[in-house]
Nanobody, 118 residues
Framework: VQLQASGGGLVQAGGSPRLSCEAS????????GAWFRRTPGKKREFVTS????????YYADSVKGRFTISRDNAKNTVYLQMNSLKPEDTAVYYC????????????WGQGTKVTVSS
């Protein structure tokens, strides 16, 4: 499956962008979806994941209550709604497709950069 992430850019603190991750090659409902992020000098870290049906979601403590993951299987797309952004959310965000919502993704998108200005 190929994943294409989009929606990043320069955002002011407190902003609310939405990232999208569209799958092609195989339907996304064969996989759980996930978002990870990487900040300069740090490892890629888990942000959030969603089960195949969308019925279960998981969040890192750092984004809980501010970010929401969702999916539209008819559009083969997983979304990340980001609210109340902080400068420390600045990172390259990667979407992934995994065999389960608690597994490391087997497939990755190319990453989309989000820069939060204070």
């Amino acid at each position: 499956v190929q994943l294409q992430a989009s929606g990043g850019g320069l955002v002011q603190a407190g902003g609310s962008p939405r990232l999208s991750c569209e799958a092609s090659g195989r339907t996304f409902d064969n996989y759980a979806g996930a978002w990870f992020r990487r900040t300069p000098g740090k490892k890629r870290e888990f942000v959030t994941s969603i089960s195949r049906s969308g019925g279960s979601t998981y969040y890192a403590d750092s984004v809980k209550g501010r970010f929401t993951i969702s999916r539209d299987n008819a559009k083969n797309t997983v979304y990340l709604q980001m609210n109340s952004l902080k400068p420390e959310d600045t990172a390259v965000y990667y979407c992934g497709a995994a065999i389960s919502s608690t597994a490391i993704p087997n497939y990755w998108g190319q990453g989309t950069k989000v820069t939060v200005s204070s």
